[in-house]
Protein backbone atom coordinates (compact mmCIF):
# COMPACT_ATOMS: atom_id res chain seq x y z
CA UNK A 1 0.00 0.00 0.00
CA UNK A 2 1.40 3.68 -0.57
CA UNK A 3 2.44 5.44 1.96
CA UNK A 4 3.32 8.77 2.91
CA UNK A 5 6.99 9.08 3.58
CA UNK A 6 9.18 12.08 5.96
CA UNK A 7 13.03 12.17 6.49
CA UNK A 8 14.66 12.70 8.93
CA UNK A 9 12.87 10.70 11.49
CA UNK A 10 14.92 13.06 13.90
CA UNK A 11 16.22 16.37 13.44
CA UNK A 12 18.04 18.17 15.69
CA UNK A 13 19.15 22.08 15.14
CA UNK A 14 20.78 24.44 17.32
CA UNK A 15 17.93 27.82 18.41
CA UNK A 16 17.91 30.36 15.19
CA UNK A 17 18.91 27.93 12.39
CA UNK A 18 16.96 27.02 9.83
CA UNK A 19 15.69 23.70 9.30
CA UNK A 20 13.84 21.76 6.23
CA UNK A 21 11.46 18.92 6.73
CA UNK A 22 10.76 16.66 3.75
CA UNK A 23 8.06 14.74 2.70
CA UNK A 24 7.39 12.62 0.00
CA UNK A 25 3.22 12.14 -0.59
CA UNK A 26 1.06 9.03 -1.91
CA UNK A 27 1.53 10.17 -5.71
CA UNK A 28 -1.60 10.53 -6.94
CA UNK A 29 -2.70 12.97 -4.10
CA UNK A 30 -3.32 16.50 -4.76
CA UNK A 31 -3.36 17.83 -1.02
CA UNK A 32 -0.87 18.18 0.75
CA UNK A 33 -0.66 18.74 4.58
CA UNK A 34 1.36 19.61 7.90
CA UNK A 35 0.58 18.76 11.60
CA UNK A 36 2.64 19.06 14.26
CA UNK A 37 2.20 17.29 17.67
CA UNK A 38 4.24 18.34 21.08
CA UNK A 39 4.96 16.62 23.31
CA UNK A 40 2.03 15.54 25.22
CA UNK A 41 -0.64 17.40 23.32
CA UNK A 42 -2.85 17.55 20.60
CA UNK A 43 -2.29 16.85 16.75
CA UNK A 44 -2.21 20.76 15.73
CA UNK A 45 -2.80 22.14 12.08
CA UNK A 46 -0.69 24.29 10.42
CA UNK A 47 -1.15 24.37 6.54
CA UNK A 48 -2.57 22.58 3.78
CA UNK A 49 -1.49 23.05 -0.14
CA UNK A 50 -3.37 22.37 -2.99
CA UNK A 51 -2.32 23.83 -6.61
CA UNK A 52 0.66 24.90 -5.68
CA UNK A 53 -0.50 27.18 -3.31
CA UNK A 54 -1.25 27.47 0.33
CA UNK A 55 -5.32 26.91 0.77
CA UNK A 56 -5.21 27.27 4.50
CA UNK A 57 -3.03 27.84 7.27
CA UNK A 58 -3.34 28.09 11.40
CA UNK A 59 -2.19 30.83 13.52
CA UNK A 60 0.68 28.68 14.24
CA UNK A 61 2.15 28.83 10.37
CA UNK A 62 3.71 32.91 11.23
CA UNK A 63 6.45 34.54 8.96
CA UNK A 64 8.79 31.91 9.92
CA UNK A 65 7.26 28.85 8.40
CA UNK A 66 6.80 28.46 4.54
CA UNK A 67 6.23 25.03 2.33
CA UNK A 68 7.26 24.15 -0.90
CA UNK A 69 6.53 21.69 -3.74
CA UNK A 70 9.54 21.79 -5.64
CA UNK A 71 9.88 18.95 -7.69
CA UNK A 72 6.57 17.62 -8.29
CA UNK A 73 7.14 14.90 -5.65
CA UNK A 74 8.35 16.40 -2.44
CA UNK A 75 7.03 18.37 -0.06
CA UNK A 76 8.65 20.32 2.23
CA UNK A 77 8.21 22.78 5.65
CA UNK A 78 10.59 25.20 6.27
CA UNK A 79 11.18 27.05 9.60
CA UNK A 80 13.44 29.90 8.74
CA UNK A 81 15.13 30.86 12.00
CA UNK A 82 13.98 27.73 14.69
CA UNK A 83 12.97 28.79 18.63
CA UNK A 84 12.82 26.38 21.30
CA UNK A 85 9.09 25.87 21.19
CA UNK A 86 9.19 24.71 17.60
CA UNK A 87 10.01 21.36 19.13
CA UNK A 88 7.45 19.06 18.65
CA UNK A 89 6.83 15.85 16.10
CA UNK A 90 5.75 17.20 12.75
CA UNK A 91 3.86 14.83 10.50
CA UNK A 92 2.86 15.22 6.53
CA UNK A 93 -0.30 14.16 5.11
CA UNK A 94 -2.24 14.32 1.87
CA UNK A 95 -5.57 13.22 0.26
CA UNK A 96 -6.72 12.07 -2.98
CA UNK A 97 -8.97 15.39 -2.14
CA UNK A 98 -10.48 17.76 0.53
CA UNK A 99 -10.80 16.74 3.92
CA UNK A 100 -14.41 17.73 3.60
CA UNK A 101 -14.71 13.53 2.19
CA UNK A 102 -11.76 12.00 2.60
CA UNK A 103 -9.30 10.89 5.19
CA UNK A 104 -5.50 11.53 5.33
CA UNK A 105 -2.84 9.81 5.45
CA UNK A 106 0.16 10.84 7.35
CA UNK A 107 3.77 9.82 7.43
CA UNK A 108 5.31 8.56 10.44
CA UNK A 109 6.90 12.08 11.35
CA UNK A 110 9.93 13.69 12.01
CA UNK A 111 11.11 14.64 15.46
CA UNK A 112 12.38 18.00 15.35
CA UNK A 113 14.88 18.75 18.75
CA UNK A 114 15.55 22.65 19.12
CA UNK A 115 18.79 23.05 21.40
CA UNK B 1 -12.05 27.54 21.62
CA UNK B 2 -11.59 23.94 21.30
CA UNK B 3 -13.92 22.57 18.75
CA UNK B 4 -13.57 18.81 19.34
CA UNK B 5 -12.97 17.62 22.63
CA UNK B 6 -12.08 13.91 23.55
CA UNK B 7 -13.02 14.56 28.12
CA UNK B 8 -11.34 10.96 28.74
CA UNK B 9 -7.82 11.36 28.29
CA UNK B 10 -7.50 7.24 29.00
CA UNK B 11 -9.31 4.05 28.83
CA UNK B 12 -9.03 0.54 30.22
CA UNK B 13 -11.08 -2.44 29.39
CA UNK B 14 -10.80 -6.26 28.85
CA UNK B 15 -10.02 -8.37 25.78
CA UNK B 16 -13.05 -9.09 24.26
CA UNK B 17 -15.46 -6.43 25.73
CA UNK B 18 -16.65 -3.10 24.14
CA UNK B 19 -14.81 0.06 24.23
CA UNK B 20 -16.58 3.00 23.47
CA UNK B 21 -14.61 6.52 22.98
CA UNK B 22 -16.27 9.49 22.92
CA UNK B 23 -16.18 13.42 21.40
CA UNK B 24 -18.04 16.19 21.31
CA UNK B 25 -17.79 19.26 19.01
CA UNK B 26 -18.91 22.76 18.92
CA UNK B 27 -18.99 23.76 15.45
CA UNK B 28 -21.94 23.31 13.50
CA UNK B 29 -20.65 23.58 10.07
CA UNK B 30 -18.37 20.31 10.91
CA UNK B 31 -19.60 17.70 8.42
CA UNK B 32 -17.16 15.01 8.07
CA UNK B 33 -15.83 13.31 11.26
CA UNK B 34 -13.05 10.71 11.48
CA UNK B 35 -11.41 8.31 13.59
CA UNK B 36 -7.31 7.98 13.61
CA UNK B 37 -4.94 5.28 15.39
CA UNK B 38 -2.03 6.34 16.49
CA UNK B 39 1.25 4.30 17.75
CA UNK B 40 4.10 5.52 19.36
CA UNK B 41 6.76 6.85 17.32
CA UNK B 42 4.22 6.32 14.22
CA UNK B 43 1.88 8.73 12.39
CA UNK B 44 -2.19 8.78 12.73
CA UNK B 45 -3.70 5.86 10.54
CA UNK B 46 -6.71 6.31 9.38
CA UNK B 47 -9.62 4.31 11.18
CA UNK B 48 -13.34 4.82 10.14
CA UNK B 49 -15.06 8.07 9.10
CA UNK B 50 -18.74 9.52 8.92
CA UNK B 51 -20.34 12.17 6.58
CA UNK B 52 -22.75 14.21 8.52
CA UNK B 53 -25.64 12.73 6.57
CA UNK B 54 -25.34 9.83 8.32
CA UNK B 55 -25.68 8.54 12.00
CA UNK B 56 -23.81 5.40 12.03
CA UNK B 57 -21.26 3.58 9.77
CA UNK B 58 -19.56 0.29 10.42
CA UNK B 59 -16.76 -1.37 9.24
CA UNK B 60 -15.54 -4.72 10.93
CA UNK B 61 -15.12 -4.52 14.55
CA UNK B 62 -15.54 -0.77 13.99
CA UNK B 63 -18.57 1.55 14.05
CA UNK B 64 -18.89 5.19 14.46
CA UNK B 65 -22.27 6.45 15.69
CA UNK B 66 -23.18 10.60 15.20
CA UNK B 67 -25.03 12.17 17.08
CA UNK B 68 -25.71 15.93 15.08
CA UNK B 69 -28.28 16.93 17.54
CA UNK B 70 -25.77 16.36 20.32
CA UNK B 71 -22.98 17.10 18.77
CA UNK B 72 -21.11 13.83 19.51
CA UNK B 73 -19.41 10.55 18.04
CA UNK B 74 -18.34 7.65 19.67
CA UNK B 75 -16.25 4.93 18.51
CA UNK B 76 -17.02 1.34 19.63
CA UNK B 77 -14.78 -1.44 19.46
CA UNK B 78 -16.20 -5.00 19.90
CA UNK B 79 -14.71 -7.08 20.46
CA UNK B 80 -11.42 -5.07 21.87
CA UNK B 81 -8.37 -6.71 21.33
CA UNK B 82 -5.03 -6.20 22.77
CA UNK B 83 -3.61 -4.83 19.61
CA UNK B 84 -5.90 -2.37 19.56
CA UNK B 85 -4.10 -0.06 22.53
CA UNK B 86 -3.07 2.72 21.09
CA UNK B 87 -4.10 6.85 20.93
CA UNK B 88 -7.73 7.58 19.19
CA UNK B 89 -7.78 10.91 17.70
CA UNK B 90 -11.69 12.04 16.68
CA UNK B 91 -11.25 14.66 13.89
CA UNK B 92 -13.26 16.77 12.20
CA UNK B 93 -13.98 18.83 9.12
CA UNK B 94 -15.96 21.32 7.32
CA UNK B 95 -16.98 22.00 3.89
CA UNK B 96 -14.69 23.96 1.53
CA UNK B 97 -11.74 23.93 4.63
CA UNK B 98 -8.32 22.86 4.15
CA UNK B 99 -7.85 21.17 7.23
CA UNK B 100 -9.34 18.49 10.29
CA UNK B 101 -9.87 20.00 13.53
CA UNK B 102 -8.32 17.32 16.22
CA UNK B 103 -8.85 16.27 19.74
CA UNK B 104 -6.43 15.98 22.05
CA UNK B 105 -6.83 12.00 21.85
CA UNK B 106 -7.51 9.11 24.40
CA UNK B 107 -5.53 6.05 25.29
CA UNK B 108 -6.94 2.91 25.22
CA UNK B 109 -5.12 0.17 26.51
CA UNK B 110 -7.02 -3.19 26.34
CA UNK B 111 -5.73 -5.66 28.83
CA UNK B 112 -5.19 -9.24 27.88
Redesign the interface.
Known amino acids: EPEVTQTPSHQVTQMGQEVILRCVPISNHLYFYWYRQILGQKVEFLVSFYNNEISEKSEIFDDQFSVERPDGSNFTLKIRSTKLEDSAMYFCASSEAGVSNQPQHFGDGTRLSIL | DQQVKQNSPSLSVQEGRISILNCDYTNSMF??F?W?KKYP??????LI?I?SIKDKNEDGRFTVFLNKSAKHLSLHIVPSQPGDSAVY?CAA?????????????TTLTVKP
Open positions: DYLYAEGPTFSSFSEISAGKSTFGDG
